[in-house]
C-alpha cells in the first residue's frame, strides 16, 4: 500500500545538507538549524565547514561538519552510515553543485566533465545511501537543488544548464521510486541568487534575489511539502513562457535580449 510521503520536522531526526561550505548550502545549513534543526554540513572545504558550526552555536539547532566530497561515490556512502549511526537523517537537502566553463575550442571538456560529475553524479551518489535507509524505515524527504534554467536550454549555460536539467529529470525519477515508501522527493529550482557562483556572471541576471531570502524560501517549501519549490515566482513563470514558445520565436527573443 503506498504510503503518504511525510515532511521532516526536526524531532524526526537530522538534517543532511551538502555542498555546505558557502552560496544556498551555507545559507540553508543555517536556517534549518534556526528552525531547529540538527544539522549535518557536508563539502569538501574543512575549515568553512568548522566556521559555519560556530557560528551555529545559539540557535534552536546546530550545526555539525560532516566533510566530504559528492563525487567519491564510496566515500558517501561511508559518510551516510557515520551519519545514520549518529542520526537518524531525516532530510537530505542535496545541492552541492557549481559551473566549471570550459574555452570554446575546448567545449565538452576537463569543464563539462566536472560540472555533470559534482551537478548529477555528485546528486545521484548522496541519494542513493539516503534513500536506501528512508525507504527501509518507511519515512524520509530528499530535496534536489535544479535550477530554473534547467527548465531548457538558454546561453551561456552550455555545462550547466544541461545539468540542472537532468537533476530535474532525476529528481521526478526518484520521486516515482521513492514516494510509495513513504518519502518525499522535492526539487528545489531557483533563479538568479547572489552567491559566489553567481558573482562572476558578465550577463543580465533579472530578478537577482539575496542568499538569505533564497534560502528562507527553499526552507518554507521543505516545510510546506509539493514537489517543486520554485522562486522568484514571476521569473519562473517568464522561463516557462518563453520556454513555451516555438523555436524561432524563441531564438528572435534572445537575440532581442542581446544573448547569444
Known sequence: MTQAPFRARP???????????????????????RRGFHVFATARRVEALDALARQSEGLAGRIVAAPGDVTDREGVAALYRDLEAR????????????????????????????????????VANCARPALTAMRARGRGQIAV???????GGVPNAYAYGPSKAAVISLAVGLKFLAERDGVRVQVVNPGYVRTEL???NRYP???????????RRICDGLARGGFEIRFPRRFALLVRL????????????FRALGLR
Open 242 to 253: 518563453v520556454q513555451s514558445l516555438p523555436y524561432p520565436l524563441f531564438f528572435a527573443a
Open 87 to 122: 542520526g537518524p537523517v531525516a532530510l537530505a537537502l542535496l545541492n552541492a553543485g557549481g559551473a566549471w566553463r570550459d574555452p570554446p575550442e575546448e567545449f565538452g571538456g576537463a569543464g563539462f566533465q566536472r560540472t555533470f560529475a559534482v551537478n548529477v553524479q555528485g
Open 198 to 200: 553567481t558573482a562572476g
Open 11 to 33: 524531532h524526526d531526526g537530522a538534517a543532511w545538507v551538502t555542498g555546505a561550505s558557502a552560496g544556498l548550502g551555507r545559507g540553508a545549513a543555517l536556517e534549518l538549524a
Open 145 to 151: 537543488v535544479g535550477s530554473l534554467i534547467g527548465y
Open 205 to 215: 541576471m533579472p530578478f537577482l534575489m539575496d542568499c538569505d531570502e533564497a534560502c
